[in-house]
Structure formats: structure tokens, C-alpha cells
């Protein structure tokens, strides 16, 4: 049974930083692709970063130079750390593991709320 296990979101105050943590269970981690997606409320979920199983990254243009996406594979484990955080960052954010396209499995959330 695949499991993915989203943790360490919260409130925290704009400027802030807050570092993502998704435990991955039931696959072969290390030749997955793993990102990060989130959803604000009344919008479509959007995709934040990505990082290949060969270690190269991808992120959305909003929080390039703030997010930093890296996992640990001895561990199974994929983080996002998060600085600089913005009000315009407040959503619930996803773990994704996916593989080859055909794969394709999410956690179920994290609330993220960037607010003073």
C-alpha cells in the first residue's frame, strides 16, 4: 500500500519560514519523480516544484529564489523548505510521487497559513 505523509505546515507570520516534510512508504523512492502541488481556497491546485529521481529541480516562477525543494532517498523522504513566505502562499500543500507519468500517487495535505 502506497502512503505518502505530509508534515510541518502551520501558521507562521509573513516573512517567515516553514519546511515541508513528506514520508514516502509502499514504493521504490528513489527512481520516483517527487513535487510539491498546493491549492488556495477557491483555486485550482497548482504545481510548486519538482524533483526528478536523477536530483534536478523544477519550480514554479511565484517562489523560485524562496523554495527549495531536496530529498533525502536513505530516508524516503522529500522536503520543501520554505522562506520569505508570502500571505499569497497560504494553502494546503500536496506531496506528489509519480513515475514515468504512469504512476501516479498523492498525500493528503498540509495547511500552510501565512498571515500576521
Known amino acids: 500500500q502506497v502512503q505518502l505523509v505530509e508534515s510541518g505546515g502551520g501558521l507562521v507570520q509573513p516573512g517567515g519560514s516553514l519546511r515541508l516534510s513528506c514520508a514516502a512508504s509502499?514504493?521504490?523512492?528513489?527512481?520516483?519523480?517527487m513535487a510539491w502541488y498546493r491549492q488556495a481556497p477557491g483555486k485550482q491546485r497548482e504545481f510548486v516544484a519538482t524533483i526528478f529521481g536523477g536530483g534536478s529541480t523544477n519550480y514554479v516562477d511565484s517562489v523560485k529564489g524562496r523554495f527549495t525543494i531536496s530529498r533525502d532517498n536513505a530516508k524516503n523522504t522529500v522536503y520543501l523548505q520554505m522562506n520569505s513566505l508570502k500571505p499569497e502562499d497560504t494553502a494546503v500543500y500536496y506531496c506528489?510521487?509519480?513515475?514515468?507519468?504512469?504512476?501516479?500517487?498523492w498525500g493528503q495535505g498540509t495547511q500552510v497559513t501565512v498571515s500576521s
Open positions: 509502499g514504493i521504490t523512492f528513489k527512481i520516483y519523480d
Open positions: 506528489n510521487a509519480r513515475y514515468h507519468g504512469v504512476l501516479d500517487y
